[in-house]
């Protein structure tokens, strides 16, 4: 059983999900992979006239979105992308989910296929305060944004900034923007020390595409 | 056992309680098989007032063994209407909002024109001469009927299994007249799977010695053993194993021993025993080879060399798709494939797997998961379609 969206999304993400509205261009085709209740598929097309579609793991969110008129399919990130033609979409998101599927790699590889831009966050194992109760307590990290225990997280891999930046470059994806969000939903962008961010940001929000 | 019911008798009463139209008068409706049939009559139901603007019409499309009383008393059966659950005042389907149309299907027994009918040709049923008929002919007709109550484009078209087939068809077929789509357990094409067991129901009711070639009117006999098998072996594949044990078991009927003999010793014998015998008695045979065939030879993408995403390519129809687990006859992975068709032709689609033991027939029974998706998809389609207040 794959399990794409976290059980419950962790508060910060209305900031989050805010940040990504704001990357996305008014009237755009989107695909939000774990889209939740459908918030942030609403917000896009209440205020940016997107023409949007979801997927989403759960019975009960799908039923929550097709309620406010959006088009969702139940389904997953790791079993479903490859039928979307390359370029269907001019955005595809994926929020807080990537470390919940199965295989990374090919699902960041479907999304910038299927989008000419992939939106992907996720939360940074890498941060600080994750790091330091693994040293100091020697127990698996359970933090604001990493809400549960590790035998009920349905995050399976998760990585830190530097990993994930890692394996892009691996993929041949091309990192666009990156913004870094704070504990306090503070977000920093660009040239910022991705050392630093490693150790300071609860989550990466990154923009990617197909090079060349 | 039902030596009282005849076809044509039931058919004239199904026709006269309700509405009914006389179509291809004047152009002639071509068939699948090349055969031009017309006039032919198509009797239907409608529940609910036309709205001034003519935007408030929803499709329903009835299933193999259904019929266009969707609610209300069945004038041949006395029973309630295959989706009393769903259509009527207040439901989820309200009757109050929008305007329902259900026709008897082509090659049907409740009235529309089917093999239980005088040819006016020869002045005898047609039986066998009826021209074998497709789930587009089912569809042209309905469409003709559209015409001729002067209905330009619909709000939905909506069924489960084969009545999910005509909401595909109809998709395709009219793609400007359906604003939505809700095909319910359905398939984008009849599973080899299906089509066998369409077939052991056939050869069960050809091989019933009162069937004759198909010509059992003018030999005075009906087919009802055989049409009563072919109702048994096709009544399983509705339900799930699981439901079968949670209704039966292996519990005994009337009886707390066995009787080492072939009576109805369990209580699923005597339930399969007595959905035959009932099904003879509202059903025609003849009706049930053609429209078995007609599910057979359905493939959404024959013409398209089976590449079902170009049979919706440039769709604006808004498609809202329903499989349930336990349904074995049309599985989930048969509306998947139709989603993914749609993703790939970029339709706006929307998708659910309900959760439950009940079967195929899961779409017509008590299942709030199923209802609440219906009702969350319709509600929001009609504010689209401006039928309700944003």
Same mark, same amino acid.
């Given at each position: 059983?794959n399990?794409v969206?976290?059980?419950?999304?962790?508060?910060?993400?209305?900031?989050?999900?805010?940040?990504?509205?704001?990357?996305?261009?008014?009237?755009a085709?989107v695909?939000?992979?774990?889209?939740?209740?459908?918030t942030?598929?609403e917000?896009?097309?209440?205020?940016?006239?997107v023409?949007?579609?979801?997927? !989403?793991?759960?019975?009960?969110?799908?039923?929550?979105?097709?309620?406010?008129?959006?088009?969702?399919?139940?389904?997953?990130?790791?079993?479903?992308?490859?039928?979307?033609?390359?370029?269907?979409?001019?955005?595809?998101?994926?929020?807080?989910?990537?470390?919940a599927?199965?295989?990374?790699?090919q699902?960041?590889?479907?999304?910038?296929?299927?989008g000419?831009?992939?939106?992907?966050?996720?939360p940074?194992?890498?941060?600080?305060?994750?790091?330091?109760?693994?040293?100091?307590?020697?127990?698996?990290?359970v933090?604001?944004?990493?809400a !549960?225990?590790?035998?009920?997280?349905?995050?399976?891999?998760?990585?830190?900034?530097r990993?994930?930046?890692?394996?892009?470059?691996?993929?041949?994806?091309?990192?666009?923007r990156?913004i870094?969000?704070?504990?306090k939903g503070?977000s920093?962008?660009?040239?910022?020390?991705?050392?630093l961010?490693?150790?300071?940001?609860?989550?990466?929000?990154?923009?990617?595409?197909?090079?060349? | 056992?039902?030596?009282?019911?005849?076809?044509?008798?039931?058919?004239?009463?199904?026709?006269q309680?309700?509405? +009914?139209?006389?179509?291809?008068?004047?152009?002639?409706?071509?068939?699948?098989?090349?055969?031009?049939?017309g006039?032919?009559?198509?009797?239907?139901?409608?529940?609910?007032?036309?709205n001034?603007?003519?935007?408030?019409?929803?499709?329903a499309?009835?299933?193999l063994?259904?019929?266009? +009383?969707?609610?209300g008393?069945?004038?041949?059966?006395?029973?309630?209407?295959?989706?009393?659950?769903?259509?009527?005042?207040?439901?989820?389907i309200?009757?109050?909002?929008?305007?329902?149309?259900?026709a008897?299907?082509?090659?049907?027994?409740?009235?529309?024109t089917g093999?239980?009918e005088?040819?006016?040709?020869?002045?005898?049923p047609?039986?066998?001469?009826?021209?074998?008929?497709?789930?587009?002919?089912?569809?042209?007709?309905?469409?003709?009927l559209?015409?001729?109550?002067?209905?330009?484009?619909?709000?939905?078209?909506?069924?489960?299994?084969?009545?999910?087939?005509?909401?595909?068809?109809?998709?395709?077929?009219?793609?400007?007249?359906?604003?939505?789509?809700?095909?319910?357990?359905?398939?984008?094409?009849?599973?080899a799977?299906?089509?066998?067991?369409?077939?052991?129901?056939?050869?069960?009711?050809?091989?019933?010695?009162d069937?004759?070639?198909?010509?059992y009117?003018?030999?005075?006999?009906?087919?009802t053993?055989?049409?009563?098998?072919?109702?048994m072996a096709?009544h399983?594949?509705?339900?799930?194993?699981?439901?079968?044990?949670?209704?039966?078991?292996?519990?005994?009927?009337?009886?707390s021993?066995?009787?080492?003999?072939?009576?109805?010793?369990?209580?699923?014998?005597?339930y399969?025993?007595?959905?035959?015998?009932?099904f003879?008695?509202?059903?025609?045979?003849n009706?049930?080879l053609?429209?078995?065939r007609?599910m057979?030879?359905?493939?959404?993408?024959?013409?398209?060399?089976?590449?079902l995403?170009?049979?919706?390519?440039?769709?604006?129809?808004?498609f809202?798709?329903?499989?349930?687990?336990?349904?074995?006859?049309?599985?989930?992975?048969?509306?998947?494939?139709?989603?993914?068709?749609?993703?790939?032709a970029?339709?706006?689609v929307?998708?659910v !797997?309900?959760v439950?033991?009940?079967?195929?027939?899961?779409?017509?029974l008590?299942?709030? !998961?199923?209802?609440?998706?219906?009702?969350?998809f319709?509600?929001?389609?009609?504010r689209?379609?401006?039928?309700?207040?944003?």
């Amino acid at each position: 059983m794959n399990v794409v969206s976290p059980v419950a999304r962790p508060r910060s993400v209305r900031f989050d999900l805010l940040l990504i509205a704001d990357m996305i261009n008014p009237g755009a085709r989107v695909l939000d992979i774990g889209c939740g209740d459908g918030t942030l598929l609403e917000h896009l097309t209440r205020t940016r006239t997107v023409d949007g579609r979801g997927i !989403e793991l759960s019975q009960s969110d799908v039923k929550e979105c097709v309620g406010r008129g959006l088009a969702v399919i139940q389904g997953d990130a790791d079993q479903d992308l490859s039928d979307y033609p390359s370029g269907a979409f001019d955005y595809v998101v994926l929020s807080q989910t990537l470390q919940a599927t199965r295989n990374p790699g090919q699902v960041l590889e479907e999304l910038v296929r299927i989008g000419a831009s992939a939106i992907v966050s996720f939360p940074n194992y890498g941060h600080w305060r994750v790091r330091w109760q693994l040293l100091l307590r020697g127990r698996m990290p359970v933090t604001e944004i990493l809400a !549960e225990a590790w035998h009920e997280s349905p995050n399976i891999h998760p990585c830190t900034i530097r990993d994930f930046v890692e394996l892009c470059g691996r993929l041949g994806i091309t990192i666009t923007r990156q913004i870094f969000v704070d504990r306090k939903g503070r977000s920093s962008s660009g040239g910022a020390n991705r050392r630093l961010a490693n150790l300071l940001a609860e989550q990466g929000l990154f923009e990617l595409s197909r090079r060349g | 056992m039902s030596e009282a019911f005849n076809p044509l008798v039931a058919s004239e009463r199904a026709r006269q309680a309700g509405q +009914y139209a006389v179509l291809g008068t004047d152009r002639r409706l071509r068939l699948d098989c090349g055969v031009e049939l017309g006039p032919f009559t198509v009797a239907y139901q409608t529940y609910g007032k036309l709205n001034a603007e003519r935007s408030n019409v929803i499709i329903a499309c009835h299933a193999l063994t259904g019929d266009q +009383y969707v609610t209300g008393t069945h004038p041949v059966t006395g029973k309630n209407g295959w989706w009393d659950l769903v259509v009527g005042p207040g439901q989820i389907i309200d009757t109050e909002r929008y305007f329902v149309l259900c026709a008897n299907v082509l090659g049907g027994c409740m009235g529309t024109t089917g093999p239980a009918e005088i040819d006016p040709a020869t002045g005898k049923p047609y039986g066998l001469s009826f021209p074998v008929i497709t789930v587009a002919d089912m569809v042209r007709a309905q469409a003709m009927l559209l015409d001729h109550l002067g209905i330009k484009d619909v709000f939905c078209v909506i069924g489960g299994s084969m009545g999910g087939m005509q909401v595909l068809q109809w998709a395709v077929s009219y793609p400007d007249r359906v604003f939505a789509a809700v095909p319910i357990a359905a398939a984008a094409r009849h599973s080899a799977q299906n089509i066998a067991f369409h077939e052991v129901g056939r050869q069960a009711i050809m091989a019933d010695r009162d069937w004759h070639g198909g010509d059992y009117h003018s030999h005075g006999t009906r087919p009802t053993k055989g049409l009563a098998v072919a109702r048994m072996a096709a009544h399983i594949t509705y339900l799930s194993e699981q439901a079968l044990r949670r209704k039966f078991g292996r519990r005994l009927q009337d009886r707390s021993n066995l009787s080492y003999g072939f009576d109805a010793d369990f209580q699923v014998e005597s339930y399969l025993r007595y959905q035959g015998s009932t099904f003879v008695d509202r059903f025609d045979a003849n009706s049930y080879l053609y429209i078995t065939r007609a599910m057979d030879y359905f493939d959404l993408a024959a013409d398209k060399g089976g590449r079902l995403a170009d049979v919706f390519t440039n769709t604006k129809t808004r498609f809202c798709l329903m499989s349930f687990t336990s349904d074995w006859l049309f599985p989930t992975a048969d509306s998947r494939e139709i989603v993914h068709a749609l993703n790939a032709a970029a339709a706006k689609v929307s998708f659910v !797997e309900i959760v439950t033991d009940k079967g195929h027939d899961a779409f017509l029974l008590d299942e709030p !998961e199923f209802h609440a998706m219906l009702t969350g998809f319709l509600s929001g389609a009609a504010r689209e379609r401006g039928l309700l207040q944003r």
